[in-house]
């Protein structure tokens, strides 16, 4: 082979690994980013439950009404929340298998808790009425 077509293929070969780097490169940081996203959407789900968990609380102890407000979406994702018995389900729309559940403690057995709303709604209202609490959309 004369030089010429040594250092044409030399060229060609730098350049192949070159692109193999840069897709390996690319594959690693959307891994990331998917595990990233994750990660503050969970912690993101946790807050909004312990949000919910203290309006029920407090409407319960009082016997009143409370208005909570919640982000209306995480990571461009609008999520599920559904309260029944002592548990408190946060589910997100786009990908129903995730799911945060948080336990509600210190509540009479003989108590209520009742409600199911999409995030969008942005304002709750958490209200207590004997032995019953409503979780419902505020306008």
Do not use: C, W
């Not at 690693?28 to 789900?45: A, G, K, R, T």
């Not at 312990?50 to 995480?74: C, H, Q, W």
């Not at 946060?90 to 948080?102: F, I």
């Amino acid at each position: 082979m004369p030089k010429g077509q040594y250092r044409i293929l030399n060229e060609v070969l730098l350049f192949t690994i070159g692109i193999a780097i840069l897709s390996f490169v690319i594959i690693s940081f959307s891994n990331v980013q998917e595990n990233v996203n994750m990660i503050v959407m969970d912690n993101d789900l946790e807050t909004v439950s312990d949000i919910f968990a203290t309006g029920i609380i407090k409407s319960l102890y009082m016997n009143s009404s409370i208005r909570v407000a919640i982000p209306t979406e995480f990571s461009d994702e609008s999520y599920i929340i559904s309260i029944g018995g002592n548990t408190i389900k946060l589910t997100s729309t786009k990908n129903p298998s995730y799911v945060v559940s948080k336990e509600l403690f210190n509540i009479n057995q003989n108590h209520n808790i009742k409600g199911d709303a999409l995030s969008s709604g942005e304002f709750f209202s958490i209200e207590t009425r004997g032995n019953t609490t409503y979780i419902r959309r505020r306008i």
